[in-house]
Structure formats: C-alpha cells, structure tokens
C-alpha cells in the first residue's frame, strides 16, 4: 500500500466519525446539524469512489464528484448558521446561501455540468465559508479564552476554518494555477498524488477537531436543556406568585450567545 492510499483509508475513517457522533448523540435534528450530516456524508461517499472502495463507472463517479462539489458550500454555509449571534444576522446568511445556490444555477446553466462550474463556483464559494468562518473563530475564540464557556465551538469553528484554509490552498494550485499540468498540458502524477496526500491529512486533522467540538458541545446542550426544563418548571411553580422582583434562573446567564 502506498502512503496516498493508507491515508485516503484513514481520512474516510475520519470523515465517517461525525456521521457516527451527530447520530448517536442525538444531534442529526438539532438546528444546522442535518447540513453537516449530509456534508460528510457526501464528502464521505465521493472519498471512497476516489479510493475506489466503491466501483462505478468514469460517468457516474464524475457525476457524483460535481454534485458533491456544488453542495459542498451550501451546505457548510448553513451549517454555519448554527454559530449565529443572532436572528438577524442568520436571516442574513440564509439570503447569502439562496443567493448562492442561484449563482450555481446560472453558472451550471451556461457552462454545463462539468469541471469548468466547479472551477467558476468554488473560488467565491470558498471566499464567502473562509470569510464567515474567521469572523465566527475570532468571536468563539474570544469566548472560549475570556469567558471559559463555547469551548466545543470554538474547536468546531476552529476545524472548519483549518480545512477551508487548505481546501482554498488545493484550488488555487489545482484549479486556477493548474500546477498539476506541465508545460504541454500533461498531467503530473506525482504532483496529483501531493495535491491528494494534503488534501487528505487536512480532512482528517479537521475531521477530528470536529469531532471534538462536537463531543464538548453536545455535553453543553445537554446542560442547556436541563436548565430549561428547570426554568420551565420553576416558572410553572411560581406562576400565580406575585415577586416583587422578577424571577430568573441561571438560565440566563449560562449562554448569552445562544439567541433561541
């Protein structure tokens, strides 16, 4: 076995990990957690035809690689969302995603469905997560470090920007810069092999991260919602009592970042 197939191996074990912790945990309904459920689970599929674990044909496995490419943004962009200070602001990244997806659609409609849309849709694509995702890491990082609280997402933020920041790297090299090609428009395969083994170690380093954000949060939802059931029967019990001052619970001051 080579290095570039032992690591394809372990980077679908990795991809294959927050498809097993959003189910098991319970989270593949929460929020934006089915968007990252079914990222991975693209992701994960498109991995194991690259490595040939599953047989299709040259079309079918060029159809899927399109297709798996054109929902990546979308998706991550929702997911996203779930990191949203506000309403406002996720009513804002919504229109952004919707906007997107138009833009998928012209360009799909005018070049056709082949490697040249993905070429044209990735590069702004890739712009919009990486400029999202730093203004989230900067604001969870600063909570996680200040405050001591949304630790798991900071990791989770955290991931998403590492592997976008390498995703952007491998397009610009692979896609804009073709370095993949020699002077006569042959391809490299050394070089292919390269662009594949970094694309790989980023998915599992990021894979894993996210993983462990993911863990830490769901133990801090877990908690959030034990506090609003406390809260929901505190204010059932102290319905008909007349307070001078208002009641309130540690609810409120657990998480003052969460918005719903």
């Not at 991995?47 to 490419?69: D, K, M, P, S």
């Not at 991931?159 to 993949?180: E, N, P, Q, T």
């Not at 506090?227 to 409120?252: F, W």
């Amino acid at each position: 076995m080579t290095l570039n197939s032992i690591m394809g191996f372990v980077s679908s074990l990795a991809m294959l990990l927050p498809i097993v912790l959003i189910i098991s945990l319970k989270l593949s309904s929460y929020r934006s957690f089915p968007a990252l459920l079914v990222y991975y689970t693209s992701a994960l599929i498109y991995n194991l035809l690259t490595q040939h674990y599953i047989n299709l044909n040259a079309e079918q496995t060029r159809f899927v690689g399109i297709t798996n490419n054109l929902l990546d943004i979308p998706l991550m962009l929702y997911f996203l969302t779930y990191f949203s200070v506000s309403k406002e602001f996720s009513k804002r990244l919504t229109l952004v995603i919707l906007a997107f997806l138009i833009f998928e659609l012209t360009v799909t409609l005018i070049s056709g469905y082949n490697v040249n849309t993905i070429t044209i849709t990735l590069g702004p694509g890739l712009a919009l997560v990486l400029a999202v995702s730093l203004y989230f890491f900067i604001r969870q990082a600063k909570m996680a470090i200040i405050h001591r609280k949304a630790t798991g997402k900071a990791l989770m933020i955290s991931a998403i920007l590492f592997g976008y920041g390498c995703f952007s790297f491998i397009y610009l090299m692979y896609y804009v810069f073709k370095a993949h090609l020699d002077e006569l428009g042959r391809v490299r395969e050394q070089y292919k092999q390269d662009t594949f083994l970094i694309y790989f170690l980023s998915t599992t380093i990021s894979s894993l991260l996210l993983c462990v954000g993911i863990i830490i949060e769901r133990k801090r939802i877990q908690k959030l919602n034990e506090l609003k059931q406390t809260r929901k029967e505190l204010s059932t019990i102290y319905t008909e009592t007349k307070r001078a001052v208002p009641y309130r619970t540690a609810m409120l001051d657990f998480d003052k970042d969460q918005w719903n």
